[in-house]
């Protein structure tokens, strides 16, 4: 069993294949039609749902459009007619003899009309008239026919709820059109009512409304059928809901209220409710009411889930036929590439490729076939014949004879022209190796002879270049006296050159000390020119002061006197700053002269200064070179040692050399031997060049 189902076998791979092909295939056309089957029923769905809502909305607002159009009369009617002056000056007398006379005809031929109309009324504000008096119109349909109800007293309709009396203090207090929530009357009968306020001279007086029964619309709802969970419902303005059922009334107010809101109106949408997916759209009527309608998704998708089944069964049972023909198909198709496979995994593991008795016949009858694998089996069994013919032929060579004639299938014959290249490089190449012998015994001989010669050579040069050595010590010691003793003279040198630079800085600070002196010597002939000035500049006003003295007579006298001191004293300083002026000058005349030799002196000492600094130079250079010179001589004297030992080392080669030509004769001689067993063809004098 396990080898029946090895699924690694062609016939299996082949069944499988197309298997998996018809399965993915088939899985999406199914998976195609079964998105359209949901699609289009969803389309349909739909579309029933919208239809039905539609309908039952019209139905619905045919009646609630009539009774807004009732009232809007009864409105008009009331508004034209009431005054309210004269209702206040008499309400009782004018609302019996005016109001009643105008409006009860229009309020019972609308509730005659239509047979949906319970009740019709015209109810005034209880406090309009100032007293307590409630003036009502009020006409209702009994099993005897149309009445007209009777006014309740005003403390009796004072004391009703306002709650109940939601239909009066909805439009009263609005001021606007006012639709009340499904309530049940006494009866059991289910019922709204439609209010409008009636507004006089912009004053809400009353209102007017009808009382419409609504068990035919209840009766609507329970007459929709969509599919066989589908529903309808309908939910007045306050959420509560006029038709029930149990799925209804396990609803939580926010599934109620995302049922009343989900989505627009008119359009189909998904939800959720008591655990249940349903298909709804929702509508509202002229009243406000919203209409709702629903049905299951599953049902939906029953008829999509059904057909889908159908195509699974068919379609298992076509696979189970499509894999159990492929398998014989693949088996018929495999048994000969099984023959095939075997014999050449034995090639392949055991190197044997020869072909046996039954061998040879299984593949004669299978070459008889006309298709793909006839041919392959064919071109097989050709190739490993070839295949031995070559082995027989390297067979042949490995035993030594080269001399062999490989017989090619053709130009294209890979194994065949490699072969044969490779017989006729061997042939050329050991011929080559013979003539190469030859020559190798003969040089051998030659090289032995220089070999010897050249050990000798070498002997004699190791002499010469031990004497060369000796010479070169000596050079070497007296170049590097030579050298020490610049480096002295290079520090000595480098001493008065630093010696020689500090007295130049001294002398050019003492020309900078002799050119101060001067330019204070310059200062000081400026500073008695000024005292000079001064003592002129006092005589003048001395002089100035002795006329004004003598101006003066008696009484300037001794104002002359001190004038004279001043002008005496004034001639002293003049005479006295001349004197010093004259000494100044011969200083700065001598400032001068020491300035030009301190300039001098600086010159010339400078000059000695880049003298000294081009002989420290000088005798640098000679140091650097005297010691560039002691360790190049040394590097000669390192080469010659390198050189005395390289000859050395040639002798002992030439030596080895003259060992190893010996050894290498014998070896050419014993190679030749070897070669001679080889079988060479006569023309193989070269090597021919190999091709791919």
Not at 154 to 180: I, L
Not at 185 to 204: A, K, L
Not at 654 to 674: G, Y
């Amino acid at each position: 069993m396990a080898k029946m189902f090895n699924f690694k076998k062609l016939s299996w791979k082949i069944a499988l294949i197309v298997g998996v092909t018809v399965v993915v295939v088939t899985g999406a056309i199914a998976a195609y039609m079964q998105n359209q089957i949901l699609s289009e029923i969803d389309r349909n769905t739909q579309l029933h749902l919208q239809l039905q809502l539609q309908d039952a909305a019209e139905k619905c607002d045919l009646t609630l459009l009539e009774a807004v159009s009732g009232v809007a009369g009864m409105k008009k009617l009331a508004e034209v007619s009431f005054v309210i002056d004269e209702y206040t000056a008499d309400a009782e007398s004018y609302f019996n003899n005016e109001v009643k006379t105008i409006m009860s005809g229009y309020l019972y031929n609308i509730v005659d009309r239509n047979p949906f109309f319970t009740a019709s009324y015209l109810s005034i504000d209880p406090d309009l008239a100032g007293y307590p008096y409630v003036c009502e119109l009020y006409f209702e349909e009994t099993g005897d026919g149309i009445e007209e109800g009777e006014s309740q007293e005003y403390e009796e309709y004072m004391d009703v709820d306002s709650e109940d009396m939601e239909w009066f203090y909805g439009a009263f207090s609005s001021g606007k059109p006012y639709w009340t929530g499904v309530y049940e009357w006494v009866d059991g009968t289910f019922m709204v009512s439609y209010v409008e306020p009636v507004v006089v001279d912009n004053n809400v007086i009353g209102v007017v409304g009808l009382d419409i029964s609504i068990d035919h619309i209840e009766e609507l709802i329970q007459d929709i059928v969509i599919l066989n969970t589908g529903f309808a419902v309908l939910a007045d303005n306050n959420g509560d809901f006029l038709e029930t059922n149990d799925m209804i009334r396990r609803l939580s107010r926010e599934e109620i209220d995302n049922l009343l809101s989900g989505a627009s109106e008119n359009e189909v949408f998904e939800i959720k409710l008591d655990g249940v997916n349903y298909m709804a759209a929702r509508t509202k009527l002229v009243s406000g009411y919203t209409f709702c309608v629903l049905v299951q998704k599953s049902e939906t998708t029953a008829e999509a889930t059904a057909s889908l089944i159908r195509f699974g069964i068919i379609f298992v049972t076509a696979l189970a036929v499509v894999l159990i023909v492929s398998y014989f198909i693949g088996k018929t198709i495999s048994r000969p590439l099984v023959i095939l496979a075997d014999f050449m995994n034995k090639a392949g593991t055991t190197g044997d490729i020869k072909f046996k008795k039954e061998d040879i016949k299984t593949i004669e009858s299978l070459s008889m076939q006309k298709d793909e694998i006839g041919q392959c089996i064919g071109a097989t069994a050709n190739f490993v014949e070839h295949v031995i013919n070559i082995a027989d032929e390297l067979e042949t060579i490995a035993s030594g004879d080269l001399t062999t004639e490989i017989d090619l299938l053709s130009d294209e014959d890979v194994m065949g022209m490699a072969l044969t290249h490779t017989v006729d490089n061997l042939n050329a190449l050991f011929g080559e190796i013979n003539a190469s012998v030859n020559q190798a015994l003969t040089g051998a001989k030659q090289v032995a002879d220089g070999a010897q010669s050249l050990a000798e050579g070498s002997t004699e040069q190791a002499g010469a270049i031990e004497k060369l050595s000796s010479a070169i010590a000596e050079i070497t010691n007296q170049i590097k006296d030579n050298a020490e003793t610049a480096e002295k003279t290079a520090k000595l040198s480098e001493s008065i050159k630093a010696n020689a630079e500090k007295g130049s800085r001294q002398m050019d600070e003492m020309t900078i000390a002799v050119k101060e002196i001067n330019d204070a010597s310059h200062s000081i002939s400026k500073i008695l020119k000024t005292i000079d000035d001064i003592a002129f500049q006092t005589n003048i006003l001395a002089l100035n002061a002795s006329v004004e003295a003598a101006r003066a007579g008696q009484h300037g006298k001794g104002f002359a006197v001190v004038a004279e001191e001043v002008r005496n004293l004034a001639a002293k300083s003049a005479e006295a700053a001349k004197e010093t002026g004259a000494i100044i000058q011969n200083s700065v005349e001598k400032a001068e002269l020491g300035s030009r030799i301190t300039e001098e002196t600086a010159v010339s000492l400078a000059g000695i200064v880049d003298g000294i600094n081009q002989s420290s130079g000088l005798i640098a250079e000679i140091d650097k070179a005297s010691v560039e010179q002691s360790a190049s001589i040394t590097e000669i004297n390192t080469g010659i040692d390198q050189v005395a030992q390289v000859v050395q080392q040639n002798t002992a080669t030439a030596e080895e050399s003259a060992a190893a030509s010996k050894e290498m004769n014998d070896q050419s001689n014993m190679l030749q031997e070897l070669i001679s067993q080889f079988k060479l063809k006569k023309d193989n004098k070269a090597l021919p060049e190999w091709k791919d």
